[in-house]
């Protein structure tokens, strides 16, 4: 059973930085594709990055240049280095996983909650002027 914890929320101010990190454990095999995903207040969850095990990385455009996704094959971890963070950043942010390649459509900036069956507990980013 695939178990994802994240950390590294909190609050900061608008053009400041953070970086998330998304601790996997409980799969073995070579392919995956993780993502990070957030949820405003009031919001659907919406698909902010992925990356897969062949290093493809897509990003939405409200993020594209700012956010960088990465991972840590040897350490098991997945990261969100978040600069010039600004007030609508602000959301519940969750790590999810699934065991193959990402998806064709995320190179289009679409993510599917369904896509991922395995998911994290959040982490809260706060960004305050």
């Known amino acids: 059973q695939v178990q994802l914890a994240e950390s590294g929320g909190g609050s900061v101010q608008a053009g400041e930085s953070l970086r998330l990190s998304c601790a996997a454990s409980?799969?073995?095999?070579?392919?995956?594709?993780m993502g990070w995903f957030r949820q405003a207040p009031g919001k659907g969850r919406e698909g902010v990055a992925s990356?897969?095990?062949?290093?493809?990385?897509n990003y939405a455009d409200s993020v594209k240049g700012r956010f960088t996704i990465s991972v840590d094959n040897a350490k098991h971890v997945l990261y969100l280095e978040m600069n010039s963070l600004k007030l609508e950043d602000t959301a519940m942010y969750y790590c999810?996983?699934?065991?193959?390649?990402?998806?064709?459509?995320?190179?289009?900036?679409?993510?599917?909650?369904?896509?991922?069956?395995?998911w994290g507990q959040g982490t809260q980013v706060t960004v305050s002027s």
């Open positions: 409980g799969y073995t095999g070579s392919n995956y594709c």
């Open positions: 990356i897969d095990s062949d290093g493809s990385d």
């Open positions: 999810a996983a699934e065991l193959f390649l990402c998806p064709a459509m995320h190179a289009l900036g679409r993510w599917r909650e369904n896509d991922f069956p395995y």
